[in-house]
C-alpha cells in the first residue's frame, strides 16, 4: 500500500465539490440536480465507475469545467468519487439539493481554496483517507473583523 497526498485543482473564479456516490446514473442525476436548484449555474461533473467498465462518466454545461472534472476524476481514481467544478454559483447554493441525491452518501469538500487530498493506493483500488481545504487559522477574529464578515454577507445578499 501507498500513501500520497495529491493536489486538487482548483481555478481562479470556480468552486469544486468532491463526494462519493454509488451507482451508474450519479451524473445524470447530478446535472438534473445542478440545472434545477441553480440554472445560472455552469458546472462539470465526472464519477468514478467503481466496477464493469469502470469508466469515468461525465456530463456538463460547460466544457471546460466538464474536461476539468474529468481531470480531476482522474487525479483521485477511487471509484465511485464524483467531482463538479462549478462557477457563477457557490456550494451553498446546491449543497443540499446534490445532498439529497438517492445515491449520494457523503460530501468530502467543498469550496473554493486550494485542497489536496490523502489516498492509499492498494494497486487495483484506492482509498480517500480525507482532504484538506485552505490553510490553518492564523487568529481568532476581532471585532473588526466580524463587521467585515458582516458587510460581506450581506454584500453577497445571504443576510439582510
Not at 468530502?108 to 484506492?126: F, H, L, Q, W
Request: hydrophobic share 40%; net charge neutral; charged share 25%.
Amino acid at each position: 500500500m501507498e500513501f500520497q497526498v495529491l493536489d486538487i485543482p482548483v481555478p481562479e473564479g470556480t468552486n469544486v465539490i468532491i463526494g462519493r456516490s454509488h451507482f451508474i446514473k450519479t451524473v445524470e442525476d447530478l446535472y438534473e440536480t445542478m440545472v434545477t436548484s441553480c440554472p445560472s449555474a455552469k458546472f462539470g461533473i465526472a464519477f468514478c465507475e467503481a466496477s464493469g467498465k469502470r469508466l469515468i462518466r461525465y456530463e456538463g454545461n460547460d466544457k471546460d469545467l466538464t474536461k476539468q472534472a474529468i481531470e480531476t476524476c482522474n487525479i483521485i481514481s477511487s471509484g465511485h468519487v464524483f467531482v463538479i467544478y462549478l462557477k457563477d454559483s457557490w456550494p451553498i447554493n446546491v449543497l443540499n439539493a446534490i445532498k439529497s441525491v438517492q445515491e449520494v452518501t457523503s460530501i468530502y469538500v467543498a469550496t473554493s481554496n486550494p485542497v489536496k487530498i490523502a489516498i492509499a493506493d492498494m494497486g487495483e483500488s484506492r482509498l480517500v483517507l480525507g482532504f484538506s481545504d485552505g490553510f490553518k487559522p492564523l487568529g481568532v477574529e476581532k471585532e473588526e473583523d466580524k463587521k467585515e464578515r458582516k458587510e460581506l454577507l450581506r454584500r453577497f445578499g445571504y443576510k439582510l
